[in-house]
């Protein structure tokens, strides 16, 4: 039987070009394969034999049905099941599936072109908390702000259909269905329709390393989805290299194809790559971030991705021997950031210190570690990543997994003075790399972020169990102390706790302020964080250092950052320090201006000695060669 050549998926329920729907499923070993139709008005479901096809699929072409049918399949007698191609899942994993017509949303975003891979500022956020009613439609009001704010990227935490009434999304099983705990499939579409429209790119956070347990109907279909020699540390993952393979990588790549053309979406985050496993050639890697940008037709995309050992040969080039993804999350950068903050040097904080030499080398070379010996690990970490443009590696002080492991969830500003987190956002918004926000970070939302995942009786205790020992390897989490504090994952008020309260926005106006500045520099700047511009750096004190970008003009920019106590150089043996040739530097922009809740900023460099004491009393003259406010970060250009 031939596959119509109008279907838009190799599998799935697909509108017909004249009417009726042509459903089609890969199960190999099944002998009989019945298409159930159910009815929303009570009525008796009805069966309708599909046919046979060479390879193990099975189609046929039911020409009553239309968009809104609810229908399963029953496999040899058993079931019926969900499909696994399922557009839309509207009573969750277990329910039936429902016929999706993907072309009846009309699009107004056919002149928008993306974003230049190298020129993001990504956004974090989990849409049933980003708002208080958990909607695409509520996260789309909030879409202006975020434009103003000076976001270009959204990334957007899973959303595949998952089982109970809200969770994180890591657990999903309907790889093709949009929960609907956030809306109709539409609803998304219109999300991501309106973000273009106000400037925003949209990528989405997919998990292609494992499938959650509860509402996995895959092996039902056939025992070859999963992999008999890779594992995971979730379950099994994909067979991406074993026998009757071939299916299961279209599986996933029509995924990728499907987000990126039914959804308009400009990119996709891939979760844990390092538990992606692939033995064969190509790597599925390789044919994922291919069949993205085939499938954006000429639009910019983008391909993230997270890599626990920090490989960076899944940026490098397919020629060179990489994999061609654009970015890769730096777990580094966190860590030494958290450390220099808080002080906080356990569990997988251990190998940092925060020190001015650590963020330099960051800033410099991206990961900190490329081969080195790691001791929390007792193995080596890294690889070498010299040649890899800065903007290839994301940067962040807060994602869902780092705020959830601080045991009761709390933002970074909870655990360090203002002072010094204003100094590290400079550093985050001002450096070479792709900074990335999480969301309420930017107006210090007094939200946490926990963990929480609604699932039976049964799971939820295995569940709060693997918790608890993921949290036992932070020392200084006492779990005996706390535990009448640590939240329960399966728990509605967890949730609840983690929702933001917009409203912070405007009583916390100070934080939001510094945002919105610091990425309007990092934008209208011509030489900060300009991809191509020179960089250097300098250590002045443990926790003291220097970025300076060379322009062009001669027209640099020197960003000094101090996270100690007032710095005094004099004298002052370091050439990052001197201004332009027969120039001087002034201050153009301080993480202590007063319109932030800072002090407000002394001159860094010593002006000429007065030939005569000042007669303004309220004059200050300091007669030091440089002297650098604490916990402070200023950015110098040359007056003129």
Known sequence: MLVPEWRRLPVGAEMAPDGGVHFRVWAPRCERLELVLESSNGAAPRSVALAREAGGHWSGLVEDAGAGTLYRYRIDGEGPFPDPVSRFQPEGPHGPSEVVDPGAFRWTDAAWRGVPRDRHVLYELHVGAFTRDGTWAAAAERLPGLAE??????????????????????????????????????????????????????????????????????????????????GTDWGAGFNFDGPHCEPVREFVLSNVEYWMTEFH????????????????????????GE??????????????????????????????????????????????????????????????????????????????????????????????????????????????????????????????SAA???????????????????????????????FFADHGADLARKVAVGRRAELAQFVNLSLDEMERELARPDARETFERCVLDDAERERHAPWWRLHRDLLRLRRDDPWIATPGVRLDGAVLAEHAF???????????????????????????????????????????????????????????????????????????????????????????????
């Open 265 to 288: 979406l400009d990119g996709l985050r891939l979760d844990a790559t390092q538990a992606i496993v692939d033995d064969s050639t190509p790597h599925i890697l390789v044919e994922i």
């Open 149 to 230: 704010l000076g976001v270009t990227t959204l990334e957007v935490m899973p959303v595949a259909e998952f089982p109970g009434t809200f969770g994180w999304g890591y657990d999903g099983v309907g790889l093709y269905a949009p929960t609907r705990l956030y809306g109709h499939p539409d609803d998304f579409r219109a999300f991501v329709d309106r973000a273009h429209a106000a400037g925003i790119a949209v990528i989405l956070d997919v998990v292609y390393n494992h499938v959650g347990p509860d509402g996995n109907y895959l092996e039902k279909f056939s025992p070859w989805y999963f992999s008999e020699t890779h």
């Open 420 to 450: 010094r987190l204003r100094a590290l956002t400079a550093l985050l918004l001002l450096g070479p790399q792709t900074p990335m926000l999480f969301m309420g970070q930017e107006f210090a939302s007094s939200a946490p972020f926990l």
């Open 546 to 640: 220097v970025l300076r970008y060379f322009a062009a003009d001669g027209a640099d920019r020197l960003i000094a950052v101090n996270l100690g106590r007032t710095l005094h150089l004099d004298p002052a043996p370091e050439p990052l320090l001197a201004p332009p040739e027969g120039r001087r530097w002034r201050i153009a922009w301080s993480s202590e201006d007063p319109r932030y809740g800072g002090l407000g900023t002394p001159p860094l460099d010593a002006p000429e000695a007065p030939t005569s004491p000042p007669q303004k009393p309220t004059v200050r003259w300091h007669t030091e060669n440089w002297r650098l406010t604490a916990e402070c970060a200023v950015v110098l250009a040359p007056e003129g």
């Open 291 to 416: 069949r993205a940008r085939a499938a954006a037709i000429g639009r910019e995309t983008l391909v993230v991705n997270e890599n626990e050992p920090q490989r960076v040969q899944l940026v490098r080039p397919v020629d060179a021997g990489g994999c061609g993804l654009d970015m890769i999350w730096n777990d580094d950068w966190h860590h030494s950031a958290l450390v220099a903050l808080g002080g906080r040097d356990e569990a997988y904080y251990t190998d940092y210190r925060g020190t001015a030499q650590e963020l330099v080398s960051a800033a410099k070379y991206g990961f900190l570690f490329q081969g080195q010996w790691y001791r929390w690990q007792r193995q080596r970490r890294g690889t070498p990543t010299f040649g890899v443009e800065p903007w290839r590696f994301v940067h962040f002080l807060q994602n869902h997994d780092q705020v959830a492991n601080s045991g009761r969830g709390e933002r970074v500003h909870r655990l360090t």
